[in-house]
């Protein structure tokens, strides 16, 4: 009764780490050859991707003045460009239903959200993928204004993709925006009330020297909507 979000980016990157070396990387186990360790902040690591993948997040963090809160935090999930895309895409849809001459800008997504937009992902707790739990997600409140309720969980892979080159265990990390009642598995929730689980297509980056934890969503995640 959940919706699942799977980044073809992430299947890349398991299958090359898998071809290259037959090791899984860090960003997946805590382990491996990859140094999840940087010295920039969280907010300066987003600028600085070398493949320009949080641009647009960066503008909207600066236009709302959130820079120093997000690099206050001691966790972080990041929406990827992709994600606002597909946020303003659907707006863009809506607006020209009504009128098909309609546009949407980054003004008209500031003019439509709010900092809660960004605040969401931002949390005070330091969450890791090796202390989430499986079956249920453990729940955080967000910084936001609101009473807006996340959880995290982790989830086994057990799909020949994670286990026919090594015999180590794989866990993939979801950000869970919960609605109503947190999910029991096995039951179905009331209609419109099913969590919905994103998953993270990198996790376990340490900006500030491994003060900071920042984890990536999946570019099929929708910005701010879910």
């Not at 647009?56 to 972080?76: M, R, S």
């Not at 890791?128 to 955080?140: D, F, I, S, V």
């Not at 209609?191 to 990536?216: F, K, M, W, Y």
Request: charged share 20%.
């Amino acid at each position: 009764m959940k919706r699942y979000y799977i980044s073809l980016m992430l299947v890349v990157v398991v299958l090359a780490g898998a071809t290259t070396s037959c090791k899984k990387a860090a960003y997946l186990t805590d382990g491996g050859v990859h140094n999840a360790i940087t010295p920039l902040s969280t907010y300066d690591y987003l600028k600085q991707h070398p493949w320009k993948l949080f641009d647009t997040l960066v503008t909207i963090i600066d236009h709302y003045g959130l820079k120093d809160k997000v690099n206050a935090a001691n966790t972080f999930f990041a929406p990827t460009n992709y994600s606002i895309g597909r946020y303003m895409t659907a707006r863009l849809i809506e607006k020209q239903a009504l009128n098909p001459a309609a546009a949407y800008t980054i003004d008209s997504l500031f003019k439509d959200l709010k900092a809660d937009s960004v605040l969401q992902y931002v949390f005070t707790d330091k969450i890791t993928l090796a202390e989430a739990q499986e079956l249920q997600p453990k729940l955080y409140s967000p910084q936001t204004s609101t009473n807006l309720r996340m959880g995290v969980m982790k989830e086994l892979q057990t799909s020949t993709l994670y286990t026919e080159r090594s015999n180590a265990a794989t866990f993939l990390l979801y950000f869970v925006k919960i609605r109503g009642d947190v999910d029991i598995p096995g039951v179905i929730p009331p209609a419109n009330e099913s969590d919905i689980r994103v998953v993270c297509q990198t996790t376990g980056i340490l900006p500030e020297n491994g003060q900071r934890v920042l984890h990536v969503l999946s570019n099929l995640h929708v910005f701010a909507r879910f």
